[in-house]
């Protein structure tokens, strides 16, 4: 009876348990390697995004008018003050949600601001007395005012081409001051064709039942409100932050063509000692008056808020008087 060899099957498992191992290893190993060249990739890739944004200036702007215009142009600042109440007295545009806030505008926290990647601080003359919480980073001043009695247009282009310089993209200034202008013809088109009668009106901001802020020719609502073929009426002559103060009964010398625009906030408790004034009452805006309510808008902002008090009259529900 021939032997049977048990080692001979032995070693032929043997033989085909080392080849699957072997080829294991390698399939593993290439796997290991494509791997790793994807991560080097993304590695890479990551790298690339952020090369393609150290570039970018990091702005801080304790101004909201400045803020708020290089936020619209697309380069907003990495901070701002009084973040907490920007949606209340600003409104438009939206600040990204990765923006610091720096805590009051007019004494910026400086703690805070040494923990900032800061390459330049863009502030006006108002925020000049803070300067030195930035150290060594250099500081420019902007501002969009009046440089006249009455505003112009060019009062608010040349601010916007000032901020397009400082973060070495002239261009971005350029491209948002012309889609501004697009953007107030397309707002006035719009409001014409829902009031074609409307062309007059008066600019306030309550500061309680009885005395406000009526906006004048060296304010932004004059050049806004020209560019929407439509007039800015006042009642004197303004400061220098383009207002004149008036109490309630002062709104008598106003024409019945004239409509009476409101800008808010206006606190609720505001609202109904208005609504309950004998003076209020007597006027009759709302009935034989035109009256209308705008959001907030800010009022000593640049381009931007040019743009916002635009599209805010195009959306205004005008009542009373015989304009509408």
Request: charged share 20%; net charge negative; hydrophobic share 40%.
């Amino acid at each position: 009876m021939p032997p049977v060899f048990y080692t001979d099957k032995l070693s032929k498992r043997l033989l085909v348990t080392s080849v699957s191992v072997m080829t294991a290893l390698k399939w593993f190993a290439l796997a290991l390697c494509l791997v790793l060249t994807a991560c080097n990739s993304q590695t890479s890739t990551t790298s690339e995004v952020e090369n393609s944004h150290s570039d970018r200036m990091n702005i801080v702007s304790p101004d909201w008018g400045n803020a708020a215009t290089l936020t619209a142009m697309g380069h907003a600042p990495i901070a701002t003050g009084d973040v907490r109440v920007w949606d209340r007295w600003v409104g438009s545009p939206k600040l990204p949600a990765s923006i610091t806030d720096l805590g009051i505008r007019y004494q910026p926290n400086a703690e805070l601001i040494a923990q900032l990647p800061v390459d330049m601080v863009i502030d006006n003359y108002f925020y000049e007395h803070a300067r030195n919480l930035y150290g060594d980073v250099p500081a420019e001043s902007v501002m969009s005012a009046a440089k006249g009695e009455t505003a112009t247009w060019a009062d608010y282009t040349e601010p916007t081409r000032e901020l397009g310089v400082l973060i070495d993209n002239p261009k971005m200034a350029e491209d948002y001051i012309a889609q501004s202008q697009k953007n107030i013809k397309l707002a006035s088109q719009q409001f014409k064709e829902r009031y074609p009668k409307a062309k007059k009106f008066a600019v306030v901001q309550f500061a309680d039942a009885n005395n406000m802020r009526m906006y004048v020719a060296n304010s932004l609502f004059q050049p806004a409100l020209e560019q929407m073929d439509r007039e800015l009426v006042v009642l004197g002559k303004g400061n220098q932050w383009g207002f004149v103060p008036i109490r309630m009964g002062d709104l008598a010398q106003l024409d019945d063509e004239t409509c009476l625009l409101i800008i808010d906030p206006l606190s609720p408790i505001t609202r109904a000692e208005i609504d309950d004034s004998l003076i209020w009452q007597r006027l009759g805006y709302g009935n034989t008056r035109c009256v209308g309510e705008l959001p907030p808008v800010w009022i000593y902002g640049g381009m931007s808020s040019l743009i916002s008090l635009a599209n805010n009259l195009s959306e205004v529900s005008l009542k009373g008087g015989e304009v509408l």
